[in-house]
Nanobody
Framework: QVQLVESGGGLVQAGGSLRLSCAAS????????MAWFRQAPGKEREFVAV????????YYADSVKGRFTISRDNAKNTLYLQMNSLKPEDTAVYYC?????????????????WGQGTQVTVSS
C-alpha cells in the first residue's frame, strides 16, 4: 500500500509556473505507474499526465502537452508536475494517483491510490 501527499499548489497569474510534488510513503513507490489528474468545480476528474515506473515513458492530455512535464525521483519517493504557461482553465484541484499495473490509462477508476489534492488557481 502507498500513501500520497500533494503539495506546491497556489495562486498564480496566467503565464506563470508552478511545480507540484507528490510524496509517497512505502518502499514500493518505484514499482507504481504514477499519474496526475485534476478536477475543476462542477466538472469530472480529468487525466493530466502519466509516467511509467522507471520514468522512461510519459503521456499527456492534449490540453497540457508542451506546457506541463511529469517526472519522478524514485530515490526520493516523489512525483512531480512542472506546469508552465498556465492558463485560467488550468484552475482545479490536482491529484496524484498510483497504479499497481504498468499499463498506461487515462481512466481514473483504474488507479488504486489517491492523494488528498492540492488547489491550483490561475488568475487572468
Amino acid at each position: 500500500q502507498v500513501q500520497l501527499v500533494e503539495s506546491g499548489g497556489g495562486l498564480v497569474q496566467a503565464g506563470g509556473s508552478l511545480r507540484l510534488s507528490c510524496a509517497a510513503s512505502g518502499r514500493t513507490f518505484s514499482t507504481y505507474t504514477m499519474a496526475w489528474f485534476r478536477q475543476a468545480p462542477g466538472k469530472e476528474r480529468e487525466f493530466v499526465a502519466v509516467i511509467s515506473w522507471s520514468g522512461g515513458s510519459t503521456y499527456y492530455a492534449d490540453s497540457v502537452k508542451g506546457r506541463f512535464t511529469i517526472s519522478r525521483d524514485n530515490a526520493k519517493n516523489t512525483l512531480y508536475l512542472q506546469m508552465n504557461s498556465l492558463k485560467p482553465e488550468d484552475t482545479a484541484v490536482y491529484y496524484c494517483a498510483a497504479k499497481r499495473t504498468p499499463d498506461f490509462t487515462v481512466v481514473a477508476g483504474r488507479y488504486n491510490y489517491w492523494g488528498q489534492g492540492t488547489q491550483v488557481t490561475v488568475s487572468s
